[in-house]
């Protein structure tokens, strides 16, 4: 008979009953979303401008954003709106964006399609942000734009970069790819800078299946970010500036539009949002709470003056010193064992990748750059190496007693630690 105190990899009894996966998302659709999309498929599979279920999920984000901006602009995906960002700030060969060196690569990696260059900022432990410090030893005479990722949901410490930004005459990109919801000082992310991105993919808390939306208050930016990816109807109608619509023709030779059928998926999602950011919180904040009594683990840091939204995933810190230095890669077997679906974050430091750190652009073979170096001792290294993925819990009280099986585990596993550390050694 398995013994429950006996670790799982060691042929005791997991500490989790319930069987994998832990975190389904996105969830299913409702009825009602479902007959909407069978009604827009016969009315109209392409929508050319500004109408229907595009201009109606534009309306509603920016109320989303409590109309803190002027204009909203529905893109195929987060990553083509950065595109049409970073073209609309004025990124172009010879100028440099600073952003952070630990983030998902699409937040810097359209600026290579732009022949521009990515310097990369170390990252504050705290918010896991872009660190303002960083930030401006970084800063040269060819710097144009400084990117702002509030990476996994906790806003940057957005005081401090605006007031780099102003003093340096920055443009400020926000990426809120992770941070739909969340806020800084009781204003919603998206809301600070010269322009912000949300991604509406299928994995984030508002979610198009594919999609991103563009946000500004700026008209320039606007009009130049909308005939980046749009042509004719909406480029008519919509550019404010006489000599910039003269392309709308042609726009500026792309087509990133959204599909209406996109647009449905994320609006039906838009409006169950504010639902499901009440139990990822009550879920996570629990979490957070408990795990404060597992000695090798640094709880998710959140600062008094924010709101974390959708949270985007939970990633607390190991500290290996803690557990008789066991790699990570031990722990999270051991814990995997036990039940849990955990793993490290996928995202590696950017200055790791080919696209950073190679010498030769591979989009531009022999055109000047400036590749990415790796820092070893940096914030984001240690991040990179000690952070662990668990599921962003949406099902509050449901998941209470499956969130305490976590705690449980993570405990069990600490109260073993010696007869794993054992085990470690002798394979």
């Known amino acids: 008979m398995s013994d429950a105190r006996t670790l799982a990899l060691l042929g005791g009894e997991p500490a989790i009953s319930r069987p994998l996966p832990h975190e389904v998302w996105p969830p299913p659709a409702s009825e009602e979303e479902l007959a909407a999309l069978a009604a827009q498929r016969n009315l ?10 595009i201009a109606e999920l534009e309306r509603d984000f920016l109320d989303f954003l409590e109309n803190r901006v002027r204009w909203a602009v529905t893109f195929n995906s987060g990553t083509s709106a950065l595109l049409a960002a970073y073209f609309a700030l004025g990124v172009r060969e010879g100028t440099e964006v600073i952003g952070p060196a630990l983030t998902y690569h699409a937040a810097l990696s359209p600026v290579h399609v732009l022949r521009g260059d990515v310097v990369l900022a170390d990252i504050d432990i705290r918010t896991r942000g872009v660190d303002p410090r960083a930030v401006e030893e970084a800063i040269t005479e060819r710097t144009r734009v400084l990117t702002v990722v509030h990476q996994w949901g906790h806003p940057c410490d957005m005081d401090a970069l605006l ?9 400020v990109l926000e990426d809120c790819s992770h941070a739909h919801g969340s806020r800084y000082k009781g204003r919603p992310c998206g809301t600070f800078g010269d322009a912000a991105v949300f991604s509406l993919q299928a994995n984030k808390a508002v979610f198009a299946g594919e999609g991103g939306i563009l946000v500004t208050d700026d008209a320039e930016v606007h009009d130049r970010a909308t005939l980046l ?11 404010v500036d006489e000599e910039l619509r003269r392309f709308w023709v042609t726009g500026f030779g792309l087509k990133l539009r959204m599909s209406p059928f996109n647009a449905l998926v994320a609006r039906h999602s838009l409006a169950a949002f504010p639902a499901r950011r009440e139990a990822r919180h009550q879920c996570l904040h629990y979490l957070n709470a408990r795990l404060r009594d597992v000695p090798y683990l640094e709880p998710v840091h959140v600062a008094d003056e924010v709101d974390m939204g959708a949270w985007y995933g939970f990633k607390p ?9 066991l790699p990570r890669a031990v722990l999270i077997e051991a814990l995997r064992a036990e039940g849990m679906e ?31 170096a790796p820092e070893e001792g940096s914030v984001a290294e240690h991040v990179e190496r000690h952070a662990l993925s668990l599921p962003t819990f949406t099902n509050w009280p449901e998941d209470k007693a499956l969130i305490d099986e976590y705690v449980e585990a993570f405990r069990k596993v600490g109260r073993e630690s010696a007869a794993l550390a054992a085990h470690a050694a002798r394979r």
């Open 163 to 171: 007031d780099i930004a102003d003093r340096y005459g920055l443009k």
């Open 317 to 325: 810190l190991y500290r290996p010193e803690a557990l008789h230095g």
């Open 44 to 53: 109209d599979i392409s929508i050319k401008g500004s109408s229907g279920p």
């Open 342 to 372: 955990v793993s490290a974050p996928s995202g590696p430091r950017l200055a790791t990748l080919p696209l950073y750190s190679d010498a030769d652009s591979p989009l531009f073979p022999g055109a000047p750059r400036r590749a990415a």
């Open 229 to 239: 990816g749009h042509y004719r109807d909406r480029s008519r109608d919509r550019v």
